[in-house]
Structure formats: C-alpha cells, structure tokens
C-alpha cells in the first residue's frame, strides 16, 4: 500500500490502454501500397517494340548510321528506348516509345 494516499489518483486510469490508431493508418497505407503497386506495374510492363526494332527505327528515322545501343528510359512519362546512333559525325541520341514505336524526341550533338 502506497504511504502517499491521494484521493484525486483513479488507479484504472493509471492502467488504461492508449487508444488504437489502426483505423487512421489503414487510410494511409491502403492508398500508397495502390499507388506503389500502380507505379511497379508501369515501370515493369512489357513493351512492344524490342530494343533492335528501336534501333532500327532510330537508323531509318535518322537516315542511316550504326546504332550503339538501346537502353530503357522515360520521357514525358512516356517509357522509351534511347538509342544513340552515330551518323557524319553526329551522334543522334533517338527516344523511341516502347508501346508504338513512334520517335518521341531527337537530340543531335557532335562526336568528338
């Protein structure tokens, strides 16, 4: 028994459980697992166009040339291979959409 009585101690209080958060988690977990698992979905779909189709459309859309390589990037949140093809003199970097196949953008810059 304690020594110190106090009559305005409630001792049920003292042993209360703090109270469950788990219904407001659940509203901010639930939409960013959907959000991440949308943004995997995206990023991990699989393309229509190889990489050497890319590079062939990026040989044609330039006009000739030798493609380098195909790598898998974004542009304008559009998933694209860029492709650098090296023509008199000029490297051509070509982003080509991996659903359509279209050319995106060109950049052009000197090969030195």
Do not use: C
Not at 64 to 88: C, M, P, T
């Amino acid at each position: 028994m304690p020594s110190h009585y106090d009559p305005q101690r409630n001792p049920n209080k003292d042993n209360a459980i703090a109270p469950k958060r788990k219904g407001k988690m659940k509203l901010i977990i639930i939409p960013l697992v959907a959000v991440l698992i949308a943004i995997a979905a995206f990023v991990m779909w699989p393309s229509n166009i190889s990489r050497q189709e890319a590079q062939n459309i990026a040989i044609a859309h330039v006009g000739g040339g030798n493609a380098s390589r195909g790598d898998f990037d974004f542009e304008n949140l559009q998933r694209v291979w860029s492709v650098e093809v090296f023509y008199d003199d000029l490297v051509h970097e070509v982003y080509v959409n991996r659903r359509t196949g279209e050319v995106v953008r060109v950049e052009v810059g000197r090969w030195d």
